[in-house]
């Protein structure tokens, strides 16, 4: 693991064993300290440069997204609000720095109907020789997941063959981002192509030791490249692949495979309410088979109704840029 360069690199360090300690995540965190140790050093920058106008100048250089350089200053203020707290220093110099006005953000969502079409594209694709035929057939699987369980990329990848259940269809998902573990039922219909697809595995490739679900080769398991990979070739074959765009403080998101994950989200909710059913109610259950800590997590996925209302909603913004 890099290590931090700046004069600031100890006490960066013992922060992320405080937080740890604590119990919490230091992922984010040290991509944000990370950020703040390249641009110490960068700058030259000594204990007398801990000023406003430096984490303002810093603010000015980060060319992202305005949510992710108010979460790098929130990590960063809290860091010095702990400096504070250990006497290293004596004032907090981002505390009067306000935050960013944040962009809105529209995902791209898929129909159910479009999902159909995108797994059946997929499909399409699978090569006939017989390592390929595997290799393609496991791409196809991790992508079924994306779409008919609402799983994030890293998590098919990361499944072993124990995990899937045959007894009662259901798959066991380990420490994923909220280091939770989960277990979900999955329909009938994709624990029948799990099924078949392990066996076409042990037949074409002879046997089958690879302990992963899904298997590039018979050592080793996918990496999340290939399923992108896979996804975009999809995404362009049913003509629905477009570019990001930001229109005003909107910005509009292009196809992704986690785009599956919200469409999910939104196309279940529509479901639920279609039957007469609460939606309110159901939110929580559906926090927990996606893995979320808290259902408001959830609840950021729900912005839109469906397809259709994020095709109005594009096309709305967009004739309001034109017709001011």
């Not at 785009?259 to 159901?282: D, P």
Request: a positive charge.
């Amino acid at each position: 693991m890099n290590r931090f360069e700046s004069f600031l690199a100890q006490q960066f360090e013992d922060y992320m064993t405080y937080r740890r300690q604590l119990g919490y995540d230091t992922d984010n965190l040290r991509w944000a300290l990370k950020t703040v140790d390249r641009y110490l050093v960068t700058q030259n920058a000594g204990p007398e440069d801990l000023t406003p106008a430096f984490f303002l100048s810093l603010q000015a250089d980060l060319h992202t997204q305005n949510k992710s350089i108010n979460r790098l200053l929130c990590c960063t203020r809290k860091l010095f609000e702990y400096l504070v707290r250990i006497e290293y220093c004596r004032d907090n110099p981002l505390r009067d720095i306000p935050w960013l006005p944040e962009e809105h953000f529209i995902p791209f969502i898929f129909s159910p109907p479009q999902i159909d079409e995108l797994l059946a594209a997929v499909c399409h694709r699978l090569r006939k020789n017989s390592n390929d035929f595997v290799k393609d057939l496991g791409s196809y699987l991790a992508i079924l997941l994306l779409a008919r369980c609402g799983m994030r990329i890293s998590e098919p990848l990361r499944l072993l063959r124990d995990h899937f259940r045959t007894d009662d269809n259901t798959l066991y998902i380990e420490k994923t981002k909220f280091k939770k573990d989960r277990l979900i039922p999955i329909p009938k219909a994709v624990a029948a192509e799990i099924t078949n697809y392990l066996a076409v595995r042990r037949i074409l490739w002879g046997t089958d030791a690879n302990a992963y679900l899904l298997a590039i080769s018979k050592e080793k398991p996918f990496y999340d490249e290939i399923i992108r990979r896979r996804f975009h070739q999809a995404v362009s074959d049913i003509g629905l692949k477009c570019c990001r765009k930001t229109i005003g403080n909107t910005n509009i998101g292009a196809p992704t495979p986690h785009c599956l994950r919200h469409s999910f989200a939104v196309n279940t909710l529509k479901r639920i309410k279609a039957q007469g059913k609460s939606a309110q109610h159901a939110l929580p259950v559906l926090a927990a088979y996606l893995g979320h800590s808290e259902y408001k997590h959830t609840a950021k996925y729900l912005k839109l109704l469906d397809a259709d209302h994020r095709h109005q909603l594009v096309n709305f913004i967009s004739t309001k840029k034109h017709n001011p």
